[in-house]
């Protein structure tokens, strides 16, 4: 994600235990050493890029000289360090030798590179490199961690006198997430499994030193994408340290009053960034709550406890007199990207969902005032939402001055739970019949509607869904799920050029969640 | 000076003795800390640039964003590794920060880069840099070695979220020659003063692990380059062991029938180039016999002068039936740069010269048979050129089938002493007078000029060719004296683009050497 949202007076508040208690927490890094499995030929398609075969296995280039190349493919998406050999030929060579190197996680990446750059986000994100080699031959050990599965590499010069061969390519991969403590699946629906199967890559990709968004770009442990990887996690890596350490890190460095903020920096040191968001900072609440009903982790539960009650108490000064979340016009709450999104109704929901886990905490703990206290306000802006947000003549929820529809609107508040589960039935149906306003945009916003519909019994429609959403990034020849996938839009991008959105990113995983949980029995 | 001739079926033929000599005397280099002496702006001036002098001194820059950059001037010409830290401004920083950095040992390579070069010779040369900088603040040292006097850093990219500071900028510049060890300067003459001070320089800069011809461009040991150097050398920083090493490196590693080769590469290895030239094998003579009267170091001298001997016996194979060297279409002789210029003739006077020399050399050492062998052959070969290539009604010797006059031809058969001196004397006074055919187009072609001037007793004439020729290039700004230098054309180059010449180039550090043998007393 990215996004351009800072808070006023920024200032980080640091728990110096909670950071020792995290940072023990650290995983060891699984290496795993992959060659490349092959050369492609990168075809232009039209605006995009194919990758066409080659030849299969890749064992040394012949001889290249100025303007020569080739593109190496690893045969799956990957995140790691690349080493390769560059072996003279010819002459003693009387000059350095220089490369371009650009690594793509799809083709189009490999094909066009910064120069071709127009977007919006960072240029820096683009994954091309220009290195000299002084001295050869030479073992040219890339000191930069890249996510990819193609590497273009163009030999830009090196003498009349010589040439260069390229050999011993390798990549050092890397990830948290270890395979082995995956359950192996039960169901045979081959779709299924191919769901699984990448959403499991996606997973452990992003699966580092925490869990990243996307190993691309922007690398960030984002509140908003953990609760979902925390999720998947539970029910394929089973990696549960790795989802306490990120709690303790987002406890341990909040913003100004104790604020989760939308996402952390690891590196040089780790630190919260100034963007804070409204939905996000309540996703501590269901983090904590997930990560306990999933490993019972009554100790963590207590500790950070307090931190999740801060978010919800931050959270409902936000009311209006009517008991409704205010809207404002800056990027204040995230639900998904998609252009004129109106935030207030899906804030407005997942503030009563988040109320309901932090009530189910509390009963937990055995807080009972605390439960009561957060049941209550739940209530309350249940009926708030029904009497301001809820248009009966349109049988939709309403969001914002200009009452506007969007299906996130009606998704939130089925998980909500304003209704009971046979209006929130009817409303998931009316919702996809009549699809109505503005519609759902990332995977991000998809799991929220499969979610709404496998947790109110639409089974057979949440899978029909899913086959066909993520489905279609597999026929679009996905290694790893996308953070943006539009299927009338496949160059669609919220930074102005899709050569840096993310195509392995977490929040996107989550198939591998509901085949596990709903299906694989 | 990058030449593409290369000898058949090459193979390196090694004396691990002399290699072990000459690696024992590997000089210690000094380092000392450079910080900018200011920024500059880089203003077009028709096809060139100047640098416009900004501000004194440099401790940070501005925060700099997308596309913003400065040029830094570290106030004179530096060979060494570059650092500076890198501090982000504003917002966490939620990208990498991407820079350009473009080295210019003239303000026209900083100006311009990469893209805009055309040249033949290896674009790899260009000390252009795109370097990402994942984590930020961070101290960047930059691993490669530079050339250069400014430093043109742009930022390409940080992010909308924060903006990148500069600072700490410093050169750990590196060079063999000690300062301190050069006798100071009697004369008063302010263009002589400011002649050997940027010899100085030159000679400094090029002093590195051996005498390479130019640090930017190709680095190399060249023996034509050398035997200019240590002549500088002994009346400057008088580093008689570097001298010393490199005759045993060209000794102990030599081509097919023990060849010196044109050239010598450090690494990975120390190995001889595949480049063979007439001249410059036979300089081998010259250097050794130079070496010796410097340092009176007779040890060195009986152990290298059968490897001076073999390249007189290889060269003497290449005579014709009328004892004349035989002409060949292929860059089989150095001499100078220049289109179209025949080499014939200026080998046979090479030869000459080194043939006495080899005389010289073998009397020194009591071997007077061998003495007697090489002054005959001088003879026989002097009587062949001026039956052959002396052309009596022009006055000048003339070269090739084509019968071309030349001045290189001129001032080698004045070197080589075919002539009295008021033979001599004439013969450079008819080719200053007359202009004839090719003219000179190096500093090194210029050098052989003002020596013959300087030993026929021309003093005044070659001082006032001196101090216009390479006082011109000090009137264009010049730091460190240029491999290249014609004065009516500042853009020429025999590589295709100036960007690839090299502005500090060893053989045009002669100045110093004229200045102080000759007229410093």
């Known amino acids: 994600m990215a996004i351009t ?9 640091v728990n110096p235990a909670f950071l020792a208690k995290a940072e023990a927490l650290a995983p060891a890094l699984i290496e795993t050493e992959i060659r490349p499995a092959g050369t492609v030929e990168l075809v232009p398609q039209g605006e995009d890029f194919a990758a066409r075969p080659l030849e299969r296995g890749f064992v040394r280039s012949r001889p290249l000289g100025r303007g020569d190349g080739l593109c190496l493919d690893f045969g799956d998406h990957w995140v790691g360090y690349v080493s390769f050999t560059l072996t003279p030929v010819g ?11 650009r690594f793509g996680e799809i083709p189009y990446e490999a094909a066009a590179g910064l120069s071709d750059y127009q977007g919006e986000v960072s240029r820096s994100w683009i994954q091309e490199e220009l290195i000299h080699v002084d001295v050869l031959p030479a073992q040219v ?3 930069r961690r890249y996510a990819f599965r193609y590497l273009a590499i163009t030999v830009l010069d090196t003498s009349p006198k010589y040439q260069v061969v390229v050999e011993d390519v390798s990549c050092r991969a890397v990830s948290s997430g270890d395979r082995s403590a995956v359950p192996p699946l039960k169901t045979g629906d081959p779709e299924l499994v191919r769901l699984d199967r990448v959403s499991l890559k996606t997973m452990e990709d992003c699966m580092q030193l925490v869990f990243e968004d996307g190993p691309k770009r922007d690398r960030r442990l984002w509140i908003g994408d953990l609760r979902l990887q925390a999720l ?18 987002f406890a341990a460095l909040t913003q100004n009053e104790g604020r989760v903020g939308a996402c952390l920096f690891m590196e040089p040191r780790p630190q919260v960034d100034d963007t804070a968001l409204f939905d996000f900072s309540l996703f501590f609440v269901s983090c904590l709550h997930d990560y306990y009903e999933a490993s019972g982790d009554r100790e963590t539960l207590a500790e950070l406890f307090p931190t999740a009650c801060r978010q919800l108490e931050l959270a409902l000064r936000e009311l209006d007199g009517r008991g409704v979340v205010t809207d404002r016009d800056t990027w204040w709450c995230f639900l998904d990207w998609g252009d004129g999104l109106n935030k207030q109704a899906g804030a407005q929901a997942v503030l009563i969902y988040t109320l309901k886990q932090g009530a189910a905490m509390a009963e937990r703990l055995g807080d009972g005032e605390r439960a009561a206290l957060w049941n209550e306000r739940a209530g309350a802006l249940s009926r708030a939402a029904l009497e301001h947000l809820w248009d009966g003549e349109l049988g939709f929820f309403v969001s914002g001055a200009g009452r506007q529809v969007s299906w996130a609107s009606q998704v939130w508040f089925a998980l909500a739970g304003v209704f009971g589960r046979e209006e929130n039935v009817r409303l998931l149906e009316r919702l996809i019949g009549q699809k109505p306003g503005i519609p759902l945009a990332t995977p991000y916003a998809y799991h929220h509607l499969i979610a709404a519909l496998m947790e109110n019994g639409l089974t057979e429609r949440a899978v029909s869904i899913m086959k066909d959403y993520w489905g279609g990034m597999l026929r679009e020849g996905a290694d790893t799920f996308w953070e943006l996938y539009d299927p009338s839009d496949r160059f669609a991008s919220p930074y102005g050029s899709r050569a840096v959105n993310s195509f392995c990113h977490a929040w996107s995983s989550t198939p591998a969640y509901f085949i596990r949980k709903y299906l694989d029995r």
């Open 91 to 101: 002459s003693p060579p009387d000059a350095p030798a220089l490369l371009r190197l």
């Open 232 to 249: 998947t996690n539970y029910v394929t890596f089973r990696n549960n340290g790795l989802v306490k350490r990120c709690l303790y890190l």
């Open 141 to 143: 050990r890339l000191p």
């Open 5 to 13: 949202n800072k808070i006023e007076n920024f200032r980080m508040e």
